[in-house]
């Protein structure tokens, strides 16, 4: 299976998208939001200025599922099955359609289901064009595929696939990242593979929020990990390649949510983590000598996906309500700022028989 790039610029920076979800008040018309999706052009009108932001894709409020998709996954996922790894991440604030994007509109949609995200139509995807290959070729392409799925909550790990819902720990070894502890399953099908995220799905801690009726209180990280073996002639090629879908809990504005208690402290967490991550990407683009990526999970989990061996595609997602104006801003700003950072994606070598 060839690595392709098929929609994507060639080249080694993020694939930077916009998606803006629908308007929660209905009576809220006058939105600040202007979207150009031909030029893949946001404009941000506040108060006395317009602020422009120049992404990869703009999709406006009416877009499907399916478009998000196809532009900003479905080369990540061709990328993944010829043996490079990916990263697909969803990043806004509290409310503007993170899940929505990355999973759905409920845990468990059906296959046919216009509203299916991300990573379902990924996983039906790369299972689709797996069992192609190896029924054409039974006796010389093979492939296994495994999943784990973690989260991050309050600065601890856990693992979402177990039931006691363990905590792990995260080692940073040579030019890997260990997940140490964290349950792996071997999955030979869409729907098993179905089954771990959503069963890990429904572990996930989520909370009724004043801004979301069930706001993520974690960042999420489902993770497929692929090998193939091929027999091409006299060449024997087995790739290794890892993919992340990561769904981020969003920013929250203490002012807006009133959060108190267990919710403000998760609040102040989820925003500590969210800030580290805007100060790496920061200095990737700055090309910085020295990225800290150890000094919070979240960034050394997705080391990786930013300035490392992977290709990456930022959502970025927005309300279009304008008392969310300074968040909106916040996050295109941050979307700008991935806009200069570089990834050395790598295709490891072929062995010869
Ligand atoms: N494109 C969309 N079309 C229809 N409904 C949407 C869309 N995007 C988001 N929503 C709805 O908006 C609400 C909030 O979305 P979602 O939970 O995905 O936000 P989030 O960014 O993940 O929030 P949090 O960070 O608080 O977890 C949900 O009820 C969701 O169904």
Redesign the pocket.
Known sequence: MKASSKKMPKGENLFIAA?V??C?DKKNLRSPLITDSENSIITVKSTNKEQRFHLNNVFD?N?T?EKVYDIVAQPIVDDFLGGINGTIF?Y????????????G?KISETSDSP?RGIIPRSIESIFEILNVQSKKDPRSFTFSVKCRFIEIYNDTLYDLLQTNNAAIKILASGEQILTVGAAEFVVTSVEECLLHLRNGWKNRK?AE?S???????SHAIFMLTLVTEEIKGTFFNRRTSCLNFV??????RQKQTKNTGELLKEGACINQDLSHLATVIRDLGDAKKYIPYRDRFLTLLLRDSLGGNSRTSVIV?VHPNREFVGDTLSTLNFAENCKKVKNKAKLKKINRL
């Open positions: 998606k979800r629908p929660s409020e877009a599922q969803a806004g604030q509290t409310g503007s359609g993170k899940t929505y994007t990355m999973n509109n509203t989520t929020t801004m979301n009726r069930e706001s993520s209180r769904d981020l809990a969003g920013s929250e997602t």
